[in-house]
């Protein structure tokens, strides 16, 4: 089973600073399917980000993702309080697996 | 409208079975996987396997085998998950999900979730 191993596990930022969070793969991951959600309290997660670096419809271009092999990334150019949430990798190119979540907080 | 409606809550006393129910609409039901995924509260997501409506194979994660079990019917568009000899850390909400191949594989589609409680 693939492990992703994200980091850090909260991020304190001011609004219009640059969010970037980690996701690790224990082996490496096809770029094709990896998968970025964001969660906020007592909703369902919504896909930001597919095959590492799509944005999936409707979500705004300061979320992109980057990276490949065993190391993505999700970055937030400029931090809205709206982006208040838990961010979590997913990937399912061998079954499938999720991350432990990076908590994002405004400062 | 696209969308994923699942059954209602439910409370279970350990050693019981549950059995979630997922409802999909707006679009073809078995041209699509779906996925069921649960959250314990204040925890993160876990994956619990895969079915594909239209041939009824299935796929689990290793930690379910043997105790998970993902069925369809096609005449109403729905898909079920069954989870037995339950304990109290199967208490969760869980999802059904929707594969989507023209996104890779990813997931855009979920139900609003199933809270099933665990308690004697």
């Known amino acids: 089973e693939i492990v992703l191993t994200q980091s850090p596990g909260t991020l304190s930022l001011s609004p219009g600073e640059r969010a970037t969070l980690s996701c690790r793969a224990s082996?490496?991951?096809?770029?094709?399917?990896l998968a970025w959600y964001q969660q906020k309290p007592g909703q369902a997660p919504r896909l930001l980000i597919y095959g590492a670096s799509s944005r999936a419809t409707g979500i705004p271009d300061r979320f992109s993702g980057s990276g490949s092999g065993t190391d993505f990334t999700l970055t937030i150019s400029r931090l809205e309080p709206e982006d208040v949430a838990v961010y979590y990798c997913q990937q399912y190119g061998s079954s499938r697996t999720f991350g432990q979540g990076t908590k994002v907080e405004i400062k | 409208q696209v969308q994923l409606v699942q059954s209602g809550a439910e409370v279970k006393k350990p050693g019981a079975s549950v059995k979630v129910s997922c409802k999909a609409s707006?679009?073809?039901?078995?041209?699509?996987?779906i996925n069921w995924v649960r959250q314990a509260t204040g925890q993160g997501l876990e994956w619990m396997g895969w079915m594909n409506p239209n041939s009824g194979n299935t796929g689990y994660a290793q930690k379910f085998q043997g105790r998970v079990t993902m069925t369809r019917n096609t005449s109403i568009s729905t898909a079920y998950m069954e989870l037995s000899s339950l304990r109290s850390e199967d208490t969760a909400v869980y999802y059904c999900?929707?594969?989507?191949?023209?996104?890779?594989?990813?997931?855009?589609?979920w139900g609003q979730g199933t809270l099933v409680t665990v308690s004697s």
């Open positions: 707006g679009y073809t039901f078995t041209s699509y996987d």
């Open positions: 082996q490496s991951v096809s770029s094709s399917y």
């Open positions: 999900a929707r594969v989507s191949w023209e996104l890779l594989g990813s997931v855009a589609l």
